[in-house]
């Protein structure tokens, strides 16, 4: 069952997401050279639904079965249909937002799938909040990372999604879109240390994209 | 062999296999010195003059289809550049609904439809699609910037493709002028143009330096343009003109009436896109054509010419009513 899951999101990526990606929203990607050829957790800032999808899409077909997004499971799996969508073609990790337990933990939960050598996408905005607004990052991945030091972090900055599906629409309209990848990077240190410095380092992409599109010199 | 596109095709690729020699020549003469724009710059100019050949060879559907996804590129990145709100989502989505529509009555031969779609439906109905949001603040700017990028990227780009209907074959007019075939002034109006941007910018460095080439035309909004680079670029482009006239049929003096068009409108379209990127900000639009910032910047000056030259031919030769 799961090699035939993993032929369909195949399957789904080549002739449904990447058509759509690279033809109807089109995507910029900057730092490509960063991303990682070993497990890792990628921090981005989250504001569209397509965020998860269009940061699975940057790795080669073959490596997406190992990558999965964390996400709500009160949101994901509420329906039939969204949790085939987002377990089977999205091979989403859900987690508990509320009625935490010792089994039903989600730090347990994204640590156990780290060691089982699953590459994480975590969005510690916690949501999609206001389109294109970035709110503080919650402490869950601080916790993460400091229980796994050796697994590099890879900051993300994505301007546009939030344009083109934000919260609340059901119907994409193609804008361009950037993605910056930064370059992976190890944090050691107290717990709310590490949520900062992850919070700087995407902040950081946020200010060099912002330097790359708006100057006003030359031209 | 004496199809004019096919002799026009032969012109066009046998310049760029000499401007590829003359950038690898370059590269390995002055290792030390940077080409890599240019060469990027020479290799799209291959994909584009590919593309833009085969569709016209092909089919005419295929050429509307190709103008059709540059007008959806050029307005998406229009509309990712300027300072939309949330609350036009759906007006937007309804902006793009336009671009097959406006292809569809070219491809259908409805002329009227045509030419009053965009700047008299869509140009009423958009204001009641942001009405519906019930968000008054700032719907003047909303209304006034997607009805903008419509007109420019879709209804005048479309004109470009119009001219394929307008002429369906050689013909010799009322008035007893014999004209090329609407793909053949196709051809006439995108080689001219794109010249035209490519001798606005070569006249522009090789005069940089010169006392004559320090003259701008337009300081603040594009201080790299200069009067000896506009000069070289009109003569350059009504040179062309005449020389091609083996393309067009037109006469010696319909010929330079062309040529002038073309490079006053194209440059004329050249600084209004500049214009607007200073407005929002921005160096390049975008990144999608390597070496040539973004497709604003190569249908800028298109926008303006096409329906230009589209009048131009419906006006002197076939004078229509409309």
Redesign the interface.
Known sequence: MRHINNQLRILFFIFFIKPLLLVLVGLNVFGRQHLPSKPFILVANHNSHLDALALMNLFPLHRIAKIRPVAAQDYFTTSPILNWFSTVLMNILPIPRKGITKTNNPLTKMSDALDQGYSLIVFPEGSRGEPEVMESFRSGVGHLIQKHPNIPVVPVYMRGMGRSLPRGELILIPFFCDIVIGKPQHFTGERPGIVQSVEAAVKKLEEEHSQMFWEHDNI | MNNPVIQMGILVFGLLAVATLVVELLKWRKPEADFEELALRTRSWWWMAGFFFLSLMVHSVLSLMLFGFLS??AL??Y??LVP?R?ED??A??WA?IAIPLQYWWIHTDWKAMVVIFIPVYMFLFIPLRLLLKGQPKGMITSMAQIQWGLMLFVYCISHVAFLLILVPTDLTTSMGEHIGSGKALVLYLVVLTEVNDVAQYFWGKLLGGKPIGNVKVAPII??KKTLAGLAGGVLTTTTLAVGLQFLSGFSLLYSIAAGLLISVAGFIGDLVI?AV??DV???DS???IPGHGGMLDRVDSLAYTAPLFFHFVNYFFFQSPW
Do not use: I, N
Request: glycine fraction near 8%; aromatic fraction near 16%; charged fraction near 25%.
């Open positions: 959806f590129l998406k990145e509309f990712s939309l949330f989502h759906r937007l989505l793009y594009s201080p500049s990127k200073r900000g921005v160096k975008g990144t999608l």
